[in-house]
């Protein structure tokens, strides 16, 4: 429903942000991955969006309870006033609005391009893991469960010295899609961390065959459903079988 994007390379993107524009809104955007604050506003925009959905819940219980009222036989001084407020536009009795019909909002942060920024090191590194490990808990809701967001990382290096993916990123994730890269150090350290069911050899085999073609990838799921026969793809629907 609403995409949040962090990167400095969004305007050069334009082509693709304009595809996006249905769920991606000019204020949603942010350009400077060296501002940590980012990664608070990105929080209160989760927070804001629970507010306006508890708010409407509120107002359409009042809203509901006013209608009923008025159908029946209840004087009107006797409906309590915040009831008949939560409604009233001025003109007359209104139904309260909301963006999303009154359901939860399916919120989804893309940080592109952010490797070496000041968001993914020191203290922006801190705040970020935070958000890593809390996203799905985020905007909790007075009923139980939570607003939430999804996080997607897209990334030149799965580890560097500085700037890197964060070990509480890597330690939370639900999809890892991987290109090629030429770095074969790298691949035996992902082959180690992700391959220990089936072994590193047949990992490698594996990745080989996922991204034998240009722009091609290997995909794991880390939560992969029963009826999935495996936890490796190549591409989105693929199954590779080991």
Known sequence: DRLILVSPSAASNKALNDRLKSI??????????????????????????????????????KYDLLMKKLESDTPLFQIPSDVLM???????????????????????VWFDDVMGSEIMSGRGARKLSNICIKHRHLGA????GAIGCSLIFNMQSYKSAQGGIPKALRGNLTLLLLGKTKSEKELLEIAEEFGSKIGVTQFLE?????????????????????????????????????
């Open 24 to 61: 991606l809104a000019p204020e949603d955007i942010f350009t400077n991955p060296n501002d940590i604050t980012v990664l608070d506003r990105i929080v209160d925009i989760v927070e804001k969006e629970r507010d306006d959905y508890e708010e409407y819940w509120d107002k359409k219980k």
């Open 86 to 108: 939560a409604s009233f536009d001025g003109d007359g009795f209104k139904a309260p609005e909301h963006r999303w019909n009154g359901r939860r909002p399916v919120i989804m």
């Open 141 to 144: 809701l007075k009923e139980g």
């Open 206 to 242: 594996l990745y080989k065959q996922a991204t034998d073609e240009p722009h091609s990838f290997l995909m794991i799921d880390l939560f992969s459903k029963p009826g999935h026969p495996s936890m490796f793809r190549k591409n989105l629907s693929e199954f590779i079988v080991p």
